[in-house]
């Protein structure tokens, strides 16, 4: 029994793996991640598994995008074994004096890459299986697809190591007396170590076995009867192989990042990933191994040198608002201008001409009628298909009505693209377009993927300092991230965003289409930036604020009188959708034209729910409202209950008690909703509690699923069960509470809706 375990114990890929744990910690720390990536342990939140488990390629997840990412992971396979290689070879000199040792090497350095694999089938498996509703065979064909790209991959690597490596006794035939290169015998890293070693013919880890091609154990022998510079050169000659993957890859990765407009081109952003991490570990291989004790130096001075470089303008690349001038003079923005954009003069135009808007919604009914205030959450891909599926369906039990209530929509990130894609179908629908605005296929289109063109272009083009340019609405801008996000979105809708903020003017005025608030968050100060191709000074600062100077702050910015001589109506409002949409790391913050320079990022951060913009709308107008309507009801499309569990502290260790302070910080939604709580008492006491309502429409995953996550992508489960969250009794409590309220027929509830609605009552 004792000498089966030293058997194995002894054998040559155990032996490899603990020479990884403790040389190559940086090395497999890579795999680690990967692993990580892939089971959703890290990045969950930013559905970065998805990339894994579900790769995407050209709008669709099959064999073809499998195959695609098996051929990435070959790569990155290679550039494992031939970096370890390269380290770790000197530690075993028997391997010199074998035929095909790069060959032989990398069948005994399986156990981690087999490991990677296994977990890899078994969570891409229930994913497909638990998630997708795929059949068996379909998913047995994207695995095999996965496993034939790795195949070609490792066949084409072997046949090319085939063709350019040497065995020993080639070696000892035409062996060459000129000594080795001066450069290789004093570099400062593992060469002349390896020298050493070689000679001595006695390895520093002890082997005994090893396995073949065929996959049987082999004894190994001595090599110290051998010449040590025909032993070396075994060795080296896998170097400038390792120099080649780097070059390649990084090739491949270039030329993906300057073809991303072709959608043929746009490989699944996982098989990108595994790329890049081919690159990172040939890059981190060859710093360990020229500069060993010193590499952790060197990693530390290549990044503050990476730091410098990008403080610098022209390798610092900065997002900017489509359809912006950035070319000209730049808007001034200090306290000194924010108060005289919001001065009385301006506030009372714009307030005058926002009068002038309702005046005219107004006379579309016979008498005051019920308003009703549309606000939408945030959340990513899993918000826009619950925002729109609320909107559709009970828009479509009210006949049309729900939008010719409605004068104003606010809301933040996902929400708000949802709602306005069903926005444009409407007014599309207005000037003349033959368009069902409750067809399924509309929640189908906003439900496309958005993250795998987003994170293909972060490795493709935005981590080499982005260079491509493209013309927008008469300026040049540069690709990245943010430029596929929108070319993606209007790909998924059929180009329903494709007009500027201007554009939507002329029909907000007339009352054709609701008013729509969008209102990123500004970074630097904590402002928000309310867009919208109104004047609307006076969301700027509580209305108290004008008429006793210096009681509040302005807390918020007029977009369109801030940048009126930047252009500021020719913004693309996709742009304006993205920069409300900023999540952090996912698009990247936009920079507007100001001195000093300003940037902006997710609503959220402010205003998740969009309650902010509407108290406020309410607030300033509350004398026409109190005059011309009946009363306000103000829905609310939220992502989750306003009330979670308490999360126990009473086991934290030391160090977790001194990071509890902070953990406030990851509180923010729960902050804004008991601010929220007392902007909504304020409107209570201001109308009235019978001229004022609340109703929510909460979507709560199925006690069989876990919640969507808060990504650009979706799984079948994830949809089917945001769509089924409108039948929740919950849900046909509010909307039989809405109809209550707008004084509609109960005739219009199905009896479905009707039972649901009587069940949530008790």
Known sequence: MKQWINNIFYSFPVQLVILHLRNNLLLIFTWIVFGLLMTGTVGRLFGVNFLFVGPEYMGEVNSISFLFLGLAFGGFFMSWNLTTY????????????????????????????????????????????????????????????????????????????????????????????????????????????????????????????????????????????????????????????????????????????????????????????????????????????????WSVSVFIVILIGINYLTSYDIFNHKNKGYGLDYTGELATYNTENLKAIASPENVLIDKAATIEMLNKWRAKFDEDPRMVLFCVSGGGMKASVWSMQVLQRTDSLMQGDLFKHTPLITGASGGLIGTAYL????????????????????????????????????????????????????????????????????????????????????????????????????????????????????????????????????????????????DAQNLSFASALRMNATYPFVLPNVYLPTQPSIEVMDAGFRDNFGIMSATRFIHVFQDWIKENTSGVALVQVRGSDKLEEVEPKDNDGMVESLLNPLGIAGQILTLQDYEHGNNLGFIFELLGEDKF??????????????????????????????????????NQESLFKLLEFMDYPNHVLGEKEKENASKSKF
């Open 86 to 293: 390269l380290l770790d070879a000197h530690h075993f000199p028997f391997l010199a004096c074998l035929s095909r040792p790069f060959t032989k090497f990398c069948l005994n350095n399986f156990i981690i890459p087999l490991v990677f694999l296994v977990f890899y089938f078994i969570y891409t498996i229930h994913f497909q299986w638990y998630f997708e509703y795929w059949p068996g065979k379909i998913i047995f064909i994207n695995c095999l697809a996965f496993a034939v790209g790795f195949t070609v991959t490792v066949l084409l690597s072997a046949l090319y190591f085939q063709l350019t490596n040497k065995d020993i006794l080639q070696y000892v035939k035409k062996r060459k007396n000129k000594p080795p290169h001066r450069l290789y015998s004093m570099s400062p890293g593992r060469r002349g170590a390896k020298l050493n070693t070689i000679k001595s013919g006695k390895a520093k880890w002890r082997v005994d076995t090893y396995l073949t091609e065929s996959l049987k154990p082999r004894l190994v022998r001595r090599v110290d009867h051998y010449d040590e510079k025909d032993l070396l050169k075994v060795f080296k000659q896998n170097h400038l192989n390792t120099l080649i993957l780097q070059l390649v890859g990084l090739i491949v990765l270039l030329i993906l990042g300057c073809l991303i407009d072709i959608p043929y081109f746009r490989i699944p952003a996982g098989a990108s990933l595994f790329i890049l991490g081919s690159v990172l570990i040939a890059i981190t291989g060859a710093i360990v191994y020229w500069f060993d004790k």
């Open 423 to 566: 926005r444009e179908l409407y007014l599309r629908k207005h000037l003349g377009e033959e368009i069902d605005l409750y067809h399924p296929k509309h929640v189908d289109n906003v439900s496309k993927d958005l993250l795998n063109s987003i994170a293909f272009t972060i490795i493709t083009n935005d981590l080499f300092l982005p260079w491509a340019k493209f013309d927008s609405r008469g300026y040049t801008y540069r690709k990245d991230r943010g430029y596929i996000f929108e070319k993606q979105l209007n790909e998924n809708t059929n180009n329903v965003f494709n007009r500027s903020i201007g554009e939507y003017k002329k029909y907000e005025e007339e009352a054709n289409i609701p008013m729509l608030l969008i209102t990123p968050s500004i970074v630097n100060d904590g402002r928000r930036l309310i867009i919208s191709p109104q004047g609307v000074s006076y969301m700027m600062q509580a209305p108290i604020g004008r008429e006793k100077q210096n009681t509040v702050e302005i807390d918020a910015v007029d977009f369109g009188r801030l940048f009126k001589d930047q």
């Open 693 to 730: 309502e609340v109703i929510r429409f909460t979507y709560q995953p199925s006690k069989l699923n876990e919640r969507a996550s808060m990504t650009f992508h979706l799984t079948s489960r994830e949809k089917n069960d945001i769509l089924e969250a409108y039948d929740l009794p919950s």
